[in-house]
């Protein structure tokens, strides 16, 4: 009881600050190229598809990279990966600012995709051996309200920086913008990040990253790509023929654990009954919410005409909804319980999805932007009640020492999802707008436009429902308690690697 007795040190929450820094950066990436399309297009003569590869190779690196990159924090360190990732998503950054041309700045993006996969991934790490109990779901409470905040103002921030053109820059701003935060981040993570204990007798699986890294480009890249290019067939192709490479990465993981090896993703985590579910949550969770940010955008900039600027100030809201609940639900969680909390969240969530649907049809489909604000406010703070406490009861069980693992597929999955998402709701959605109409002008198109919002946000609704049914069978922690041996293990790492 002595070691439980003794306070951890109150840098912790200096770390944190600098850890969930490069959270934001990594986030923001993902969507603050979205406005600067057009602009990137006329300034490096590039095509569609180019552009597109610039936007899609960030999260495909990204996407498929994150398992490795946790399990790489778990072997060689996580205060060292993290240092690492943000060094070099901070040159990765410069270097596109300054590309000279579509093919360079795709090759950068690709390469600063890798980074935030080296990076992301031990923010949760270093959070699950930091943080025990109370302080743990507060942490991740901020983490949440990181990513909810950084998927918002992405799109607002490139909207200004590229409307304000500061020194000429237009486009390059959105990626030099990086630099200053990047190096910042970095300095700082040196005295205020703490290293920890590490498997340093264990290798890295180079034959399963190889596996898996196939096996999850197979899967993702037409997910993500697969909308914009019409699926043609080569897509389902890839889709299909990725199931077996990764049933392959199953049994080959399998067979080394059973030699006494170290395998990539130690399988003993799928007999953890909330992390299989809670990876299902997730999957289901975030596919509404990328569904959402997608389908929203087509009807608010192609159905509406708002401006890019206009249309990233409308998701604000929704943004400030998930920010203030992830700061606010932890305490929520010691008094209720997490998955009456979750439960909640789901419903909220719905509740202003059919808000969204009503309100859309009462203006007939040609909505003003006010009224849609306080059901994207109502969407938001749903989410935010399931985003940091879901991640808290998915990881309350998991091993420090395969923290890194567990947290890189988490975060895979939640990648994978949006792109899930993306992919079904944007079938029913086109399916709905017809081939036709697509790219009319906005005063001709609002009414099918809306016509399709409508029928997403209907898809949508079902998933809010699945949502619940889902977190209703994770088994949540006793109120206000935390885990006394993972406390006394998190407690301990952090003296052996104190300053004396």
Request: net charge positive; proline share 5%; aromatic share 10%.
């Amino acid at each position: 009881m002595h070691i439980l007795e003794k306070p951890v040190p109150s840098r912790r929450w200096w770390s944190l600050l600098i850890i969930l820094a490069g959270t934001f950066m990594g986030t923001l990436d993902m969507f603050v190229v979205n406005v600067g399309i057009p602009s990137i297009q006329r300034s490096l003569h590039s095509t569609f598809a180019q552009v597109e590869l610039v936007i899609a190779g960030y999260t495909l690196c990204y996407a498929v990279l994150l398992i490795t990159g946790g399990r790489l924090g778990d072997l060689y360190g996580r205060k060292r990966l993290f240092q690492l990732g943000i060094l070099s998503f901070t040159l990765t950054s410069l270097l596109c600012g300054f590309a000279p041309n579509a093919t360079m700045l795709i090759v950068f993006r690709l390469v600063q995709g890798c980074s935030a996969a080296l990076m992301i991934p031990q923010v949760i790490a270093l959070i699950q051996v930091t943080f025990a109990g109370t302080q743990r779901a507060i942490a991740l409470g901020c983490y949440g309200a990181t990513l909810g905040l950084a998927s918002i103002t992405g799109q607002i921030v490139g909207g200004l920086l590229i409307g304000s053109n500061i020194f000429d820059l237009g486009w390059r701003s959105i990626f030099f913008i990086n630099v200053p935060v990047g190096v910042l981040t970095l300095l700082a993570s040196i005295p205020l990040v703490r290293e920890f204990p590490r498997r340093s007798s264990r290798h890295l699986d180079l034959i399963g990253v190889g596996i898996l890294t196939v096996g999850l480009f197979l899967l993702a890249y037409p997910l993500i790509e697969g909308h914009d290019l019409g699926w043609p067939l080569w897509t389902f192709l890839s889709l299909l023929f990725s199931v077996p490479v990764l049933a392959l990465f199953v049994f080959y993981e399998h067979g080394l654990t059973r030699q006494g090896g170290s395998p990539l993703v130690p399988l003993a985590l799928f007999r953890q009954r909330n992390f299989v579910l809670g990876m299902l949550t997730a999957l289901v969770f975030y596919s509404a919410n990328g569904a959402l940010f997608f389908t929203l955008a087509l009807y608010l900039q192609f159905g509406l005409g708002f401006s890019p600027l206009v249309a990233g100030l409308t998701y604000l809201p929704m943004g400030l909804g998930f920010f203030f609940t992830s700061l606010l639900v932890p305490r929520v969680v010691s008094l209720i319980g997490g998955k009456w909390v979750l439960r909640s969240g789901a419903m909220v969530m719905g509740i202003g999805e059919l808000w969204i649907i009503t309100a859309v049809l009462q203006a007939g489909m040609r909505i003003p932007q006010n009224q849609l604000l306080l059901p994207l406010l109502v969407f938001g703070l749903g989410g935010g009640m399931i985003g940091a406490p879901l991640m808290n009861v998915v990881l309350s069980d998991i091993p420090s020492q395969d923290a890194g693992a567990a947290s890189g597929l988490l975060t895979t999955a939640v990648q994978l999802s949006n792109a899930i998402g993306v992919a079904v709701i944007g079938i029913i959605f086109f399916g709905v707008l017809g081939p036709t109409t697509f790219g009319q002008i906005a005063r001709l198109s609002a009414l099918p436009y809306g016509r399709a919002f409508v029928a997403s946000v209907s898809a949508l609704v079902a998933l809010a429902i699945a949502t619940l049914l889902s977190v209703s069978l994770l088994r949540s922690p006793q109120k206000g308690q935390g885990d006394t041996a993972r406390e006394k293990v998190s407690i301990t790492s952090l003296q052996e690697v104190a300053p004396r």
